[in-house]
Structure formats: structure tokens, C-alpha cells
């Protein structure tokens, strides 16, 4: 019912100067000396920039195809959430993590200052994945509507200003995925768009495989391009976040696997939005090499 809806929704309050939701880091000390491994790998990206899509194509890769575990476990807990609190659903990222046997998979969307230095003493392989602001931005909003252990999103207008002002959940979009491109040559970071991969999902593909050290053959990387595809992705229940209880997500309010398209803002921002989030960009971005693609 509403009323629990609005009982569950956390608020926002700044760490280190980024705006959180109380689910995350309510043991900041604990995440901050997480015990890395130098095998782990993890995932990191602004939130829905196509983490999930990210992470089951790792796991194939990394475990050589569509495996028995990628088919009977869901994605959330192959790829433990690192900075989540424990919930109904599952205990914290970090115990959960604790009690994974290696190779781990780790996902974050922390920003690169807050990520435990642990990752960076064992030189631990990060693939960073990045998607344009606009799509991240409608995807974001549908994301907290459904999501109802996320702050209220407010209105769609509310919600884009927020957005644009870094007052959402991980903070400014510009900044994380600036700050992530800046330092990806000095640590081994693979830098992936997501505009890339529904372009190319097989050069993609094997461009990650290539970073992780892996040599899949050519029908293991069409079974993986397949298995990580859309289409196949909504109806999977261990991808399509549907083992999720409806108080923590409730999908009749948007699916999780929402639309994947890149260009879906032109659906949603009105052009005196899409004006201001330009001018905004220009300002934002003029300093960066950094350059997303935003229509294909
Ligand atoms: P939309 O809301 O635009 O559909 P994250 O995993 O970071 O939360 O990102 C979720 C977004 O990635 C959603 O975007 C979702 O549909 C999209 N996505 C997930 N798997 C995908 C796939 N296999 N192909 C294309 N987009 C995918």
C-alpha cells in the first residue's frame, strides 16, 4: 500500500560529501576495510548505466559460458553489491562477499574516492561501465519509482533538477564518470560504454574477455552475446531482479529490465529540458576527453 510505501523509503544524507541513501553505507567503517583479493574483479558504474548487464557478461566470461550457476543463481547473488546494508532479501554486501569462495565478483557504484583502498593494494581488475546522462537519467527516475527501498524520486521535474545537481543517490553523474575515465590508465581499468555494446555486443564481448585473460571460442562467445541479450535477460528470472520481494521492488510499477535502448530520453525530456541539460553538459564536460554517445 502507499503508506508502506512511504515507510520504507529511505532519505539522503552526504558521506564524504556524496548524497546516500541510508541503505548504503550504514557501516561505512565495515566497507571501507573490505579485504580485497587480488583474483576479485569488479564491476563498478553509476547507477543504471547497465550494471547488471555488465556483470552476467564477467561471469560467462569468466566462467567459460553459460554455466549450471548462471542459470540457477540469481545475478545478485553471483555479484555481491558491496556498499549494500543487509535487507530481507539478502545480508550485507560485505557478508556476503566474506562467505564467497574466490574468483569473487564484486559490483559497486561507489565513486573512485570512496572506494576501499584494498581494490587498489591488490591491483584488482575494475571494468567501469558508462552510460550517456539522458537514458541514465530517465532510467534512473523509473528505477526509484519501482524500487521502494530508494528515496522518494518526487516528480519527473523534481527529478531532474536533482539529478542535474548531483542530489541523488552516488552523487553527481558528471563526476563519477569523469573521475573514473581520469584514472583508468593508471590501474587496470577497462573502460566499457554501454552504447558500445548494443552496437557491437560481439566486439564487446570479446574485448572484456580479452582483459579478464580469457580465450572463449567463437560459439562461446555467441552462447554468451545470446544468453546476455535483452530479450533473454527480461524473461530470466535470475537477471530480471524478479526473485526481488515486491515491498523491496515492486516490477507492475516498472520492470527492472526496462526498455535497454539508448535514446529513450528523447521520450521523456521536454525541449526546454533537453536545452538545459545541454548547456549544463557543455559546462560539465568541457574539461574531458571523456565523450558518450547519446543517439546511435
Ligand atoms: P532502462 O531502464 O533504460 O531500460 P543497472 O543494471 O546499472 O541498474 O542498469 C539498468 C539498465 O540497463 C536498464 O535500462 C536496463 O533495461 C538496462 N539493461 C539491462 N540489461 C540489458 C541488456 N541485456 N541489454 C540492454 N540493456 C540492458
Same mark, same amino acid.
Given at each position: 500500500?502507499?503508506?508502506?510505501?512511504?515507510?520504507?523509503?529511505?532519505?539522503?544524507?552526504?558521506?564524504?560529501?556524496?548524497?546516500?541513501?541510508?541503505?548504503?553505507?550504514?557501516?561505512?567503517?565495515?566497507?571501507?576495510?573490505?579485504?580485497?583479493?587480488?583474483?576479485?574483479?569488479?564491476?563498478?558504474?553509476?547507477?543504471?548505466?547497465?550494471?547488471?548487464?555488465?556483470?552476467?557478461?564477467?561471469?560467462?566470461?569468466?566462467?567459460?559460458?553459460?554455466?549450471?550457476?548462471?542459470?540457477?543463481?540469481?545475478?545478485?547473488?553471483?555479484?555481491?553489491?558491496?556498499?549494500?546494508?543487509?535487507?530481507?532479501?539478502?545480508?550485507?554486501?560485505?557478508?556476503?562477499?566474506?562467505?564467497?569462495?574466490?574468483?569473487?565478483?564484486?559490483?559497486?557504484?561507489?565513486?573512485?574516492?570512496?572506494?576501499?583502498?584494498?581494490?587498489?593494494?591488490?591491483?584488482?581488475?575494475?571494468?567501469?561501465?558508462?552510460?550517456?546522462?539522458?537514458?541514465?537519467?530517465?532510467?534512473?527516475?523509473?528505477?526509484?519509482?519501482? !524500487? *521502494? %527501498?530508494?528515496?522518494?524520486?518526487? @516528480?519527473? $521535474?523534481?527529478?531532474?533538477?536533482?539529478?542535474?545537481?548531483?542530489?541523488?543517490? +552516488?552523487?553527481?553523474?558528471?563526476?563519477?564518470?569523469?573521475?573514473?575515465?581520469?584514472?583508468?590508465?593508471?590501474?587496470?581499468?577497462?573502460?566499457?560504454?554501454?552504447?558500445?555494446?548494443?552496437?557491437?555486443?560481439?566486439?564487446?564481448?570479446? !574485448? *572484456? %574477455?580479452?582483459?579478464?585473460?580469457? @580465450?572463449? $571460442?567463437?560459439?562461446?562467445?555467441?552462447?554468451?552475446?545470446?544468453?546476455?541479450? +535483452?530479450?533473454?535477460?527480461?524473461?530470466?528470472?535470475?537477471?530480471?531482479?524478479?526473485?526481488?520481494?515486491?515491498?523491496?521492488?515492486?516490477?507492475?510499477?516498472?520492470?527492472?529490465?526496462?526498455?535497454?535502448?539508448?535514446?529513450?530520453?528523447?521520450?521523456?525530456?521536454?525541449?526546454?529540458?533537453?536545452?538545459?541539460?545541454?548547456?549544463?553538459?557543455?559546462?560539465?564536460?568541457?574539461?574531458?576527453?571523456?565523450?558518450?554517445?547519446?543517439?546511435?
Amino acid at each position: 500500500s502507499g503508506c508502506y510505501l512511504k515507510m520504507k523509503r529511505p532519505s539522503l544524507h552526504m558521506v564524504d560529501g556524496v548524497p546516500m541513501a541510508s541503505t548504503f553505507l550504514e557501516t561505512t567503517g565495515k566497507i571501507q576495510n573490505f579485504q580485497a583479493k587480488s583474483d576479485d574483479v569488479l564491476i563498478v558504474s553509476y547507477p543504471k548505466a547497465g550494471t547488471m548487464w555488465m556483470i552476467e557478461i564477467v561471469d560467462c566470461i569468466r566462467r567459460g559460458g553459460v554455466t549450471k550457476e548462471i542459470q540457477t543463481v540469481p545475478n545478485l547473488r553471483r555479484a555481491p553489491f558491496l556498499e549494500i546494508a543487509a535487507s530481507e532479501l539478502l545480508p550485507s554486501g560485505v557478508d556476503l562477499l566474506e562467505a564467497m569462495p574466490s574468483p569473487r565478483l564484486v559490483k559497486s557504484h561507489l565513486p573512485v574516492k570512496m572506494l576501499p583502498r584494498s581494490f587498489w593494494d591488490n591491483n584488482c581488475k575494475i571494468v567501469y561501465i558508462a552510460r550517456n546522462a539522458k537514458d541514465v537519467l530517465v532510467s534512473y527516475y523509473f528505477f526509484h519509482k519501482s !524500487r *521502494v %527501498a530508494a528515496p522518494d524520486p518526487g @516528480t519527473w $521535474e523534481e527529478f531532474f533538477e536533482n539529478y542535474l545537481s548531483g542530489n541523488v543517490g +552516488f552523487g553527481s553523474w558528471f563526476d563519477h564518470v569523469t573521475t573514473w575515465w581520469d584514472i583508468r590508465e593508471k590501474h587496470p581499468i577497462l573502460y566499457v560504454f554501454y552504447e558500445d555494446i548494443i552496437q557491437d555486443p560481439v566486439r564487446e564481448v570479446q !574485448r *572484456v %574477455a580479452r582483459f579478464l585473460g580469457k @580465450t572463449l $571460442e567463437k560459439d562461446v562467445i555467441s552462447e554468451i552475446v545470446e544468453h546476455t541479450s +535483452f530479450n533473454k535477460m527480461k524473461d530470466n528470472p535470475m537477471t530480471n531482479h524478479s526473485t526481488m520481494p515486491p515491498s523491496m521492488m515492486n516490477l507492475q510499477i516498472s520492470r527492472f529490465m526496462r526498455k535497454g535502448k539508448v535514446g529513450d530520453w528523447k521520450n521523456h525530456l521536454t525541449v526546454a529540458q533537453n536545452e538545459r541539460f545541454e548547456e549544463e553538459y557543455k559546462q560539465r564536460m568541457a574539461k574531458t576527453s571523456l565523450h558518450l554517445r547519446d543517439e546511435l
